[in-house]
């Protein structure tokens, strides 16, 4: 019993260590990772384990739960947990926070009543995204023009897009767009994307969805 509750859980994990890993070029010097409300109550140490092997992963595929713990203590990364009771809309999240010399990163999920991991905060900006096998994560200013420009590039270089989720920290701000789509996208169509100007990052993704 205990098994098919953390189940969706441990995917939750991996897919927050999986968006940050692929998201981060330099080395990773500490990890935390927050569990709110039920989930704290859930084996945390399996959890940290799993999102520990989703950040592994981007550079090394061998890389699971049993390895990965005893990897980052070699790579010298400080790994910490904290937990505390439900303080939000939610009736557990886990919030995942990477820091590098360079930046802070965090990403936040829960798993709805369906059984489904879902994104609900990136860089403390709210959305509420289903994760897709092949995504399309952008970062830009909360301008005009930028969902028709999401829109048609990728339709012009044909992929098709599941989901697309928009969140911004506030009107003129900072926004984050988080796209589910049927296929990887070329590198042409993020070259493509790139040279617009108008994102700061262009980044495709990939999760284990099985």
Partial sequence: EEAKVMGPWVKLADHL????GQLTDEPIRAINLLFD?????????????????????ASNSDVNMVSAPVIAKDRGINCSTTTQAKSGVFDAYIKLTMVTDDRERSIAGTVFSDGKPRFIQIKGINIDAEIGAHMVY???EDVPGIIGTLGNTLGSNGV?????????????GDAIALLYVDEPVPDAALNQLRDTGLFGQVR???FDVA
Avoid at 40 to 56: F, K, P, Q, S, V
């Fill in 204 to 206: 495709p993704l990939q």
């Fill in 160 to 172: 098709n897009i599941a989901n697309f989720t928009l969140g911004r920290s506030e009107k003129n």
């Fill in 138 to 140: 952008t970062t830009n």
């Fill in 17 to 20: 260590g999986t968006f940050v």
């Fill in 37 to 57: 409300g039920e989930v704290a109550g859930m084996n945390t140490d399996a959890l940290h384990a799993a999102a520990l092997a989703g950040i592994l992963k």
